[in-house]
């Protein structure tokens, strides 16, 4: 049985390496180092381009083959070792890799043979009385060629016309005068050559291209219309229909068959010519499409190029935009959440006039007019679109509360389905902002709000859905989520603090008691009915579901959170419910006013999740802490301090960004630098800017190449970065995208072959940008070098850190070292050193008194006498 699977295997060998193109009589062999060593034959030093030839003994060979066995480089030949009649074998070293290996072996004596002795090539005689001689031209022998470049070439085809120019012999000579005209007297004062039909001369046209159309009959008729401006209009409603027997005369038509003969060969021609070549292909596009595929890279637009811009200036006064969102599933609709200005939360402070803050829908088929507007009393920070449901909207106030939005009786408005002129709204009362007497923009109130006292007590800066794969408990543990819903809700505030809500109705310990509770608070009155009722449980009674704070970890005092990013978990479970869809196949809404919390008792816990997250501050450090709460020695429950602390910019932290290829990369900006950290390296960040002149603002992965950010800045320029190309520096700085600071961007993928960045402003304006190809394209294995890159970094950081450890400890034996071999200075005593002091500056009163008086600044104290 070995044998024969022996034999196979080479057969096999043998049937790939002939269709890889070497002869039968030879066979491609992979040797090792070790194997090299063996029989003296290692590439460049026993074998060389020069001397390329080995004999081995095949006793040697057999030895090895019966020694190693199948890890023997000449286990696939071992039966043509076997077979072969002579005692040598005949092995060479292929430098230039003929047969894709480095090294082949000869099969048989012959080929033996005739590699070490090749036949001597033959050369002609030489005869002494023979002579050169200079090769003499030969005849042409035409091939048809004359013939195509007679016909290419240009020749006058009539006869040349003679003119002939004469003049009265007496005006030879004669005096010219010149005198002045009046401008007026020609038409635009300029003498005009006009044109006029020269009897003699006419051109008899061969052909003409037009188009026929079969049209009814016309008839006059005249309406009460006054027409501004003459425009050239077509109706066709009926075609005219001819009978049979017209049908047969026109077919019998003599001029009819003539004008078919005449007019087949020209439709043949031009048939043949678009067969060979599309004459309506554009060959500039297709220059400039082979440029952008890396053919002519000079011509390719490499800027971020404007797309629409979005502003409305009746809501977006004196405000600027806090936070923009992508829809996830309607493409070309963006909202962007309006907050004051610090100069007019002044004002109306001080002038008590309640204006509601606003969330605004915008759409690419009407970029001067928002679609949508969500309603709120104060003014949105943040806000984010459910992932399981995106006509759910959470956001977060500059008060601490927490608000939810429906717009599902929207969603066709916002698709376009419905005209702009049937735009009515939610509510009518909209505080006075919306023009009733123009066109209607659609007003949506909040769902639901939190309760005002177990809220945030300052300005809410980030929120965000947890993942629908899992769930929370009071204590911070991840459990399963039967629902596969997005149910739960992550806010931070500057009141040091995270807090976790939860959007399904709650157990009731004592359902009496709390149904008591919500008739006596008033504020737990029926929404109106043009109000969703999807969270009608929570308004107003809405409340965390446990918070998290944030101690320093040396020092007293707790962390001011702005931003923070937590990874989002993917479930790996294959027993997970998957989501329920309708008969036609669409996915079902889920009705998020049926869904109750489970008892976490009941649930599976998730060991798996990590319930790390990064926090950037608003003093320019990032944490990293676990949300989870513990439990002190007397049983309460508390917050954990942070696992660990980094102070690296400068100013607040405005960005927390987690990559969308590696989930352990997560980019930062604030200050006037940026990093890139990696969860699990905590000795730093794997890439530091250095300071910039101008302040970071924004920041935003790429959502098709790995190694492409984006950075915003304050002066209203955009960096874009490439990890594979420069890590020091960006490598494109588009300047002016902006008057103002930017404060946010968010990237789009509207196709593969279309992506968009939304820019906004602190001057309530929105730039959609689109990304050229060269963004976002990306390059072949990039996620493999960007990974490898990172894997770089955190070995070049552990080298570092060791050599660090190493001189601080080496410097200071020497600190030790030295003080050791230096000998103890002589102290010299308190009283010793009081004695030196009276003799050597007894005589300075004396002295000081004598120069004062000297130039007549001395001024006799009440003891001293007067001199």
Request: with cysteine; aromatic share 8%; hydrophobic share 35%.
């Amino acid at each position: 049985m070995p044998p024969k699977r022996r034999k196979s295997q080479r057969s096999s060998a043998g049937s790939e390496g002939r269709g890889k193109g070497h002869p039968e009589d030879i066979f491609p062999l992979v040797l090792t180092s070790a194997t090299q060593e063996i029989f003296g034959c290692i590439a460049d030093e026993d074998v060389t381009g020069e001397s390329p030839y080995k004999l081995l003994q095949k006793d040697d060979i057999i030895q090895d083959i019966k020694r190693r066995a199948a890890v023997s480089d000449f286990s696939p030949v071992k039966k043509i070792v076997l077979d072969y009649p002579e005692d040598e074998m005949l092995l060479v070293f292929d430098m230039d890799f003929t047969y894709d290996q480095a090294f082949y072996l000869v099969l048989t004596p012959e080929a033996k043979d005739r590699i070490l002795n090749p036949p001597e090539p033959e050369t002609p005689e030489v005869f002494e009385n023979e002579v050169s001689k200079t090769p003499g031209p030969k005849q042409w022998i035409s091939l048809g060629s004359e013939q195509e470049i007679e016909e290419e070439s240009v020749k006058e085809t009539r006869k040349k016309l003679c003119y002939k120019f004469s003049r009265v012999r007496r005006k030879f000579g004669a005096p010219v005068c010149f005198s002045d005209r009046n401008a007026a007297d020609a038409k635009d004062g300029f003498l005009e050559c006009v044109s006029y039909q020269d009897s003699r001369f006419s051109i008899k046209q061969m052909q003409r291209d037009c188009g026929v159309q079969a049209v009814p009959r016309l008839q006059s008729s005249s309406a009460q219309t006054q027409w501004k401006f003459q425009r050239n209009i077509f109706t066709q409603y009926v075609p005219r229909e001819l009978s049979d027997e017209e049908k047969e005369n026109i077919l019998q038509c003599e001029s009819l068959k003539n004008f078919c003969n005449s007019v087949t060969p020209r439709v043949l021609h031009a048939l043949q010519q678009e067969e060979i070549m599309n004459v309506f292909f554009d060959d500039w596009k297709a220059l400039g499409t082979g440029a952008e595929g890396g053919d002519w890279p000079g011509k390719v637009s490499q800027d971020l190029m404007l797309f629409q811009a979005f502003t409305d200036h009746k809501y977006t006064k004196d405000k600027k935009i806090s936070s923009v969102n992508w829809h996830p599933t309607i493409n070309g609709v963006i909202a962007v959440a309006l907050t004051g200005k610090k100069e007019e939360q002044l004002i109306d402070s001080t002038t008590a006039v309640t204006r509601p803050s606003l969330i605004l829908f915008y759409s690419f088929s009407d970029p001067s007019n928002p679609q949508l507007l969500l309603e709120c009393p104060v003014d949105i920070s943040a806000f984010e679109f459910c992932p399981s449901d995106p006509n759910i909207i959470v956001g977060g106030c500059v008060k601490g509360q927490v608000v939810l939005w429906d717009i599902s009786a929207h969603v066709t408005h916002l698709q376009g389905a419905q005209p702009s002129a049937t735009k009515v709204p939610v509510n009518t009362d909209t505080f006075g902002i919306v023009d009733h007497k123009g066109i209607k923009t659609p007003v949506v109130q909040h769902c639901a709000m939190s309760s005002s006292d177990g809220c945030h007590k300052a300005p809410i800066t980030d929120v965000q859905w947890l993942p629908p794969t899992f769930e929370v408990t009071r204590t911070g543990l991840p459990v399963e989520n039967k629902n596969n819903l997005s149910v739960q809700v992550v806010t931070c505030s500057l009141d040091c603090t995270l807090m976790f809500w939860d959007v399904r109705v709650q157990r009731l310990l004592n359902p009496s008691a709390s149904g008591r509770k919500q008739k006596m608070d008033p504020k737990t009155q029926p929404t109106p009915n043009s109000v969703p009722d999807t969270f009608k449980h929570l308004d107003r009674t809405w409340k965390p579901l446990f918070r998290v704070s944030l101690p320093k970890i040396d020092t007293s005092g707790e962390y001011i959170p702005l931003k923070f990013n937590l990874e989002h978990y993917i479930c790996n479970d294959n027993n997970t419910d998957e989501a329920a869809e309708n008969e036609d196949g669409s996915e079902v809404i889920p009705d998020y006013s049926q869904l109750r919390a489970s008892s976490a008792k009941t649930l599976r816990n998730l060991e798996d999740v990590n319930t790390k997250l990064y926090i950037g501050t608003a003093n320019g450090e990032i944490v990293y802490t676990d949300w989870k709460l513990e439990k002190d020695d007397f049983g309460r429950l508390h917050s954990t301090k942070p696992l660990h602390c980094f102070s690296i910019h400068q100013g607040l932290v405005n960005s927390v960004q987690r990559s969308p290829f590696f989930k352990d990369i997560i980019l930062t900006t604030g200050g006037c630098n940026i990093a890139v950290w990696k969860e699990g390296v905590m000795d730093g960040p794997m890439l530091l800017s250095s300071s910039s002149e101008q302040d970071c603002t924004a920041a935003c992965w790429s959502l098709s190449r790995p190694a492409v950010f984006f950075i915003g800045k304050k002066d209203g320029s955009i960096e874009v970065w490439n990890l594979l190309e420069k890590t020091t520096e960006p490598t494109q700085v588009q300047e002016h995208v902006t008057n103002s600071m930017i404060t946010c961007i968010k990237a789009c993928s509207a196709s593969p072959k279309q992506h968009f960045l939304a820019v906004s402003d602190d001057q309530g304006l929105v730039r959609v940008l689109e990304i050229p190809k060269t963004l976002y394209v990306p390059s072949k294995s990039e996620s493999l070098s960007v990974k490898k890159y990172f894997e770089l970094e955190e070995d070049n950081m552990k080298v570092v850190l060791k050599e660090e450890e190493l001189c601080e400890k080496q410097k200071k034996e020497a600190e030790e070292l030295k003080k050791r071999t230096e000998p103890d200075k002589p102290t010299k005593s308190l009283d010793l050193n009081k004695e030196v002091y009276v003799t050597e500056y007894s005589d300075f009163p004396s002295l000081n008194e004598c120069n004062l008086k000297s130039i007549g600044l001395w001024v006799a104290t009440a003891d001293t006498p007067d001199t």
